[in-house]
């Protein structure tokens, strides 16, 4: 069981910046790979960027050129760095990582947190 630890959402004005936080309980070494997901009231979850820790990494159309995924080894924490926030970027965001045991994958996620764009 993989524990993650979320922080770093709020209420911040269009045009703002934000980073978030993931921390797993265990080290990022034994983790396959790490996401972002965010999920807006009323609608469904959705990806927002993800990368494996082999150093690959993937963003949706909504997050390129204003979004980017890292990780810190030293911290060991997953960040998401936000900018040019809008309001349509409010929503409820998730840390997702996945970790192999005996050739089976198993998925974790975060409590979320909850990042608000508004003036």
């Known amino acids: 069981q993989v524990r993650l630890v979320e922080s770093g959402g709020g209420l911040v004005q269009p045009g703002d910046s934000l980073r978030l936080s993931c921390a797993p309980s265990?080290?990022?070494?034994?983790?396959?790979?790490a996401s972002w997901y965010r999920q807006a009231a009323g609608a469904e979850r959705e990806l927002v960027a993800s990368?494996?820790?082999?150093?690959?990494?993937t963003y949706t159309d909504t997050a390129k050129g204003r979004f980017t995924i890292s990780a810190s080894n030293a911290k060991n924490t997953v960040y998401l760095q936000m900018n040019s926030l809008k309001p349509e970027d409010t929503a409820v965001y998730y840390c997702?990582?996945?970790?192999?045991?005996?050739?089976?994958?198993?998925?974790?996620w975060g409590q979320g947190t909850q990042v608000t764009v508004s003036s």
């Open positions: 997702h990582v996945d970790q192999f045991y005996q050739s089976t994958k198993f998925d974790f």
């Open positions: 265990a080290s990022l070494h034994s983790l396959n790979s």
């Open positions: 990368m494996t820790f082999g150093g690959s990494t």
